[in-house]
């Protein structure tokens, strides 16, 4: 990955040294950080407009070169509603502006409820992308605060109440 992110040119210009941070070339890095004169640089990608944070490019186009390898066109990819992509191995929807995970939304759907902060779900037969509700299941990291046995058995008694089951004496 190094080798994608010193593929850039200094930001400088008329200077074709390769880039080393702020999209300055080691010289020019050093000049600017000695005068405090680091300028507002524009991304340098043609037709955008936003400002140049990191190797010569905004944000949106520094984090296309590390994850794809080329910072693309200057236009936006948003998503249409309904439409998703692959990230670490999930499937990843856009939902009316908003980016979600489609496990996590088919749980959320069978459950009619959003999912807890500790609750998790897993796919049983360990394939990221198959989101058939039989191959997903919920799972909880909530632990008892004690170790003490009366401290366990409170414990148990609220996650019963929290997922619907009635306590019996």
């Not at 507002?40 to 186009?61: D, P, R, V």
């Not at 009316?96 to 088919?106: A, I, P, S, T």
């Not at 009366?150 to 609220?158: F, L, M, S, T, V």
Request: net charge positive; aromatic share 8%.
């Amino acid at each position: 990955m190094a080798s994608k992110l010193r593929n850039y040119i200094c930001v400088k210009e008329n200077c074709e040294s390769h880039g080393f941070a702020r999209g300055y070339c080691q010289k020019h890095y050093d000049v600017e950080r000695k005068l405090g004169t680091f300028g507002a640089a524009q991304c340098k990608i043609n037709e955008c407009n936003k400002i140049a944070h990191s190797k010569g490019l905004c944000g949106m186009h520094h984090l296309r070169l590390i994850n794809d390898g080329d910072p693309g066109e200057a236009t936006s990819r948003k998503k249409e509603n309904g439409e998703g992509t692959i990230v670490k191995g999930y499937k990843r929807l856009t939902i009316d502006g908003k980016v979600q995970f489609e496990h996590r939304l088919f749980m959320e759907q069978h459950l009619g409820r959003q999912l807890k902060d500790h609750e998790t779900v897993h796919h049983k037969n360990g394939d990221r992308i198959d989101n058939r509700l039989e191959n997903l299941e919920l799972w909880s990291s909530k632990q008892p605060y004690g170790q003490r046995v009366e401290d366990k058995i409170e414990w148990a008694k609220q996650i019963l109440v929290e997922y619907g089951y009635t306590i019996l004496s």
